[in-house]
């Protein structure tokens, strides 16, 4: 089925983010975070990106929210094109998209009351009166799962998970259509990670959200997308729904990571698929397919030219020579 503009509400075309490094002896070196990007997040749904730690997902999304400027590409919210977006226009737009941060603890001021954090960005947006604004923030923590009596405390008064919910509500507290969850879950204890994301998914569906869920972890997004974009040194080398890449992953680096994830039915399990060698530097990555030097199906094809995202139906798509034919 062909994805109408209307239900898209992100759209990421040829989008780069390349980092110029300083003059050594052998010249000048560009490291390429993000490389190439092309992908959609349709209304109402969880954008899942998964990858090992320098793969670029951190980066994606702090260009996408306009933390960083993006080498070239463009970036659609709604048809509007960020990248084109400054000043007061870009203010105005960041009301729909926000971000949650990795630690909770870090994001917030450690010298604002709850209450000053939660009221900034009404302030800031002039967003109701003063009785309105208090209202939407006891509103809010109510929702987020936490007493409004919180609000004159201070962050370091509060436990990691509590923090969380903090940020969470920060993030809610414009009324965004799209919000950035960048490892919200990695710095939470196990029992902790299970309420946020179950929070978060209560959240979606009282607030009508679209997620873009970052995370290295493949059994929190297994439990929280629905599709998966997996990413291998700045680049995509797959996508597809969350239950079709668990269940036949196309992309070698794809089965490697679902292999590892841990199994706690009492069915057999998968053979674990160990990945030979270390994460190439981005500084000098692999010619051809970047993970040709990891890959135990390697062929000479994919030492010399790059694979491009191949769509084997509308829903699926993998960068792999294996799949290019088919």
């Not at 971000?99 to 954090?117: C, G, H, K």
Request: charged share 25%; net charge neutral.
């Amino acid at each position: 089925m062909k994805i109408e503009d209307h239900e898209v509400i992100l759209k990421v075309n040829d989008l780069k983010k390349y980092y110029p490094m300083k003059k050594n002896k052998a010249g000048s070196t560009v490291v390429k975070a993000v490389d190439n990007v092309n992908f959609h997040i349709k209304k109402g749904e969880t954008l899942g990106i998964v990858g090992e730690s320098g793969c670029g997902k951190s980066t994606l999304a702090k260009v996408i929210i306009q933390l960083l400027e993006a080498t070239e590409g463009d970036i659609l919210l709604e048809g509007i094109p960020l990248t084109d977006c400054k000043g007061t226009k870009l203010k105005e737009i960041r009301r729909s998209m926000q971000m949650i941060f990795q630690d909770p603890y870090a994001s917030l001021n450690p010298r604002w009351t709850v209450e000053r954090t939660l009221l900034e960005p009404l302030i800031v947006h002039k967003i109701g009166t003063k009785d309105e604004r208090k209202k939407i923030i006891k509103n809010i923590m109510r929702d987020v799962g936490l007493d409004e009596s919180y609000l004159s405390r201070y962050p370091h008064e509060f436990s990691g998970g509590q923090r969380q919910r903090i940020g969470i509500a920060r993030a809610l507290v414009l009324n965004p259509k799209l919000i950035i969850a960048d490892e919200p879950v990695s710095a939470l204890d196990i029992s902790v990670q299970a309420q946020i994301l179950n929070l978060l998914k209560d959240l979606q569906e009282e607030y009508d959200l679209t997620y873009m869920f970052i995370t290295h972890d493949l059994s929190v997004v297994q439990y929280i997308a629905d599709r998966i974009m997996v990413m291998y040194l700045g680049r995509i080398v797959e996508i597809g729904s969350t239950e079709t890449i668990f269940s036949k992953p196309l992309h070698p680096y794809t089965e490697a990571l679902i292999s590892a994830v841990p199994q706690v039915t009492e069915e057999k399990s998968k053979e674990r698929i160990i990945i030979k060698g270390d994460l190439p530097s981005p500084t000098s990555p692999p010619t051809g397919c970047h993970f040709h030097t990891r890959c135990p199906f390697v062929m000479d094809k994919c030492k010399i030219e790059r694979p491009e995202l191949h769509f084997t139906n509308e829903s699926r798509a993998v960068a792999c020579h294996l799949h290019s034919l088919q």
